[in-house]
């Protein structure tokens, strides 16, 4: 198996603008990125794939292979999809929440196609077993999408249930799962960043800058 990070640095994380900067956000992806290499490494996968844009963004220290594509998140994916011929987990690169633990659990599943949904309608993970019998359709509750392109493509699946998958990392609020649940370079930025407080239960102050 093979595990491809669809990765946008330019601009990342538009959503998160009203708590950073753009350049706090082109940093803080870049740190996520990390962390989600960091999890897969140490769940023994040792082919990792990050699929970015031709302006590139990936760090050189990291142990991938960059692949590069102008075409949109979907174009991207399926074209790469086309190339493979082995199971392939497809997983977004703002999901610092994930552990190795994640991963081994995820791809120790028989299913054809595991699908981790995100919070709101999204997709945050993809093992997808026959890449030559799938293809993905991210946006609009791409959930739905996946699992109806299953269905259509006679693909078993199963639904992998985790609140700390679930959470991709779109908007403020996000941020403060990551100084509840987080590890790694990304809790150590927010936690840098934003404060916390605790009185009775745990509350997280976000001061936004706008
Ligand atoms: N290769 C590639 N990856 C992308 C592209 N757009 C988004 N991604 C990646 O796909 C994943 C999910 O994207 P989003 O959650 O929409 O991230 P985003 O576009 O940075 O965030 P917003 O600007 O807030 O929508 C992240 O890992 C992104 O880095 C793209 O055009 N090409
Ligand atoms: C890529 C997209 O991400 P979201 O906009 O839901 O974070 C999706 O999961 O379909």
Same mark, same amino acid.
């Given at each position: 198996?093979?595990?491809?990070?669809? #990765?946008?640095?330019?601009?990342?994380?538009?959503?998160?603008?009203? %708590?950073?900067?753009?350049?706090?956000?082109?940093?803080?992806?870049?740190?996520?990125?990390?962390?989600?290499?960091?999890?897969?490494?140490? %769940?023994?996968?040792?082919? !990792?794939?990050?699929?970015?844009?031709?302006?590139?963004? @990936?760090?050189?220290?990291?142990?991938?292979?960059?692949?590069?594509?102008?075409? =949109?998140?979907?174009? %991207?994916?399926?074209?790469?999809?086309?190339?493979?011929?082995?199971?392939?987990?497809?997983? /977004?690169? =703002?999901?610092?929440?994930?552990?190795?633990?994640? *991963?081994?659990? !995820?791809?120790?599943?028989?299913? =054809?196609? @595991? *699908?981790?949904?995100?919070?709101?309608?999204?997709?945050?993970?993809?093992?997808?077993?026959?890449?030559?019998?799938?293809?993905?359709?991210?946006?609009?509750?791409?959930?739905?999408?996946?699992?109806?392109?299953?269905?259509? /493509?006679?693909?078993?699946?199963?639904?992998?249930?985790?609140?700390?998958?679930?959470?991709?990392?779109?908007?403020?609020?996000?941020?403060?799962? *990551?100084?509840?649940?987080?590890?790694?370079?990304?809790? &150590? #930025? *927010?936690? &840098?960043?934003?404060? /916390?407080?605790?009185?009775?239960?745990?509350?997280?102050?976000?001061?936004?800058?706008?």
């Amino acid at each position: 198996m093979r595990a491809v990070i669809p #990765y946008k640095k330019q601009n990342a994380k538009s959503r998160l603008s009203p %708590a950073l900067t753009l350049e706090e956000r082109e940093y803080f992806v870049e740190l996520m990125l990390r962390d989600v290499v960091e999890s897969l490494q140490a %769940a023994g996968v040792n082919k !990792i794939d990050v699929l970015t844009t031709p302006q590139n963004g @990936v760090p050189d220290d990291l142990d991938v292979d960059i692949i590069f594509s102008e075409h =949109d998140l979907n174009k %991207a994916i399926n074209g790469y999809l086309e190339t493979v011929d082995e199971p392939v987990l497809v997983i /977004m690169a =703002d999901l610092p929440l994930v552990t190795p633990q994640h *991963i081994r659990n !995820i791809t120790d599943i028989e299913d =054809d196609l @595991v *699908i981790v949904p995100g919070k709101g309608g999204g997709t945050n993970v993809l093992f997808i077993k026959n890449p030559d019998s799938f293809y993905v359709r991210y946006y609009d509750s791409s959930y739905i999408n996946h699992c109806r392109i299953a269905q259509e /493509m006679q693909q078993s699946v199963h639904v992998f249930d985790s609140f700390l998958l679930s959470t991709d990392i779109d908007e403020p609020q996000d941020l403060v799962e *990551i100084m509840l649940h987080g590890h790694g370079l990304s809790k &150590s #930025y *927010i936690d &840098s960043k934003f404060g /916390m407080e605790d009185n009775g239960r745990a509350r997280v102050r976000v001061s936004l800058c706008q």
